[in-house]
């Protein structure tokens, strides 16, 4: 099947799409994106993930219309024959035709893609802890990810498909995803702040979490309190809820048959895959 994608309003052959080399996004990685999924043809949270896609525009200073946001993405949608996938959306300030760090009022410039994808595949993950060399405002969904890419290819060269990060020992989040642990019955994952982007799925997992009526606690965690864990789950949009088997560089206690994740993951896929 012929991959589609949408340029600022569009829908062509990706191949058929050109992109300015003057494009902020190519130049200064001015730009934000959303990875939305879908399953059976329809979005799962969709307003959601705009509302976070109008937090990153905001904050950035990006002028762009959310509405023309959504209606591509659902025409990307519409267009292709994919029951399950993911739409993977970016705006980017525009053309600057001379690569000024100070920019002016651009037309924003809207890229998205769609991809066929099984939710279903998701084995325990081999993982390595790492220093978090990110910049300060991990909330902002920006494409700019040098040090999630750095960092989550040092881990693949030693087996791993993830890493968990830690800024001064204070656990922050995943290279693509969010932490949650166990400790004494109690599900833990570090609180929102400005170091971690507000996963779309860790909200869900959080909301199946207090209907469960099971214990939790957002709070601030450090390395320690990963190596007493005895369950660890990485969650992001394309990988769901995920066990975490091992982490190379750090003894841990972890049992792959924790209750709690049983629940929890049961749980996830009545509510957003059936
Ligand atoms: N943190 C980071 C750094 C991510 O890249 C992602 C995936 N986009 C997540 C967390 C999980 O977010 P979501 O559940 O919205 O996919």
Not at 140 to 159: E, H, P, R, W, Y
Not at 160 to 185: P, Q, R, W, Y
């Amino acid at each position: 099947m012929p991959k589609i994608a949408s340029y600022n309003g569009k829908v062509d052959l990706i191949e058929n799409i050109k992109i300015s080399p003057m494009s902020r996004a190519f130049l200064f990685s001015d730009s934000v994106y959303e990875v939305i999924s879908f399953y059976k043809n329809k979005f799962i949270d969709l307003e959601t993930h705009l509302d976070r896609l109008n937090h990153s525009l905001n904050e950035t200073k990006i002028s762009c219309s959310i509405e023309d946001c959504k209606s591509e993405i659902e025409k990307l949608l519409n267009e292709s024959n994919f029951e399950d996938g993911y739409i993977y959306y970016q705006v980017s300030r525009g053309v600057d035709s001379i690569r000024s760090h100070f920019f002016d009022e651009n037309d924003c410039e809207r890229f998205g893609f769609i991809e066929e994808f099984s939710f279903f595949n998701q084995l325990p993950l081999k993982v390595m802890l790492v220093e978090d060399i990110r910049w300060q405002r991990c909330d902002i969904k920006s494409t700019s990810l040098l040090g999630n890419v750095l960092q989550m290819n040092d881990a693949k060269s030693a087996g791993c498909k993830e890493i968990i990060m830690h800024k001064n020992d204070e656990l922050t989040e995943g290279g693509a995803s969010n932490i949650f642990f166990v400790k004494d019955k109690t599900i833990f994952t570090p609180k929102l702040s400005s170091n971690i982007l507000p996963g779309i799925t860790r909200h869900q997992v959080l909301k199946i979490i207090k209907d469960q009526k099971l214990d939790f606690e957002e709070g601030s965690y450090g390395i320690d309190d990963l190596k007493e864990a005895s369950s660890i789950w990485l969650t992001s949009t394309t990988k769901g809820i995920v066990c975490v088997e091992e982490i190379v560089n750090l003894e841990t206690k972890i049992n792959s048959e924790c209750q709690l994740f049983k629940i929890c993951k049961n749980a996830f896929i009545k509510k957003y895959f059936s």
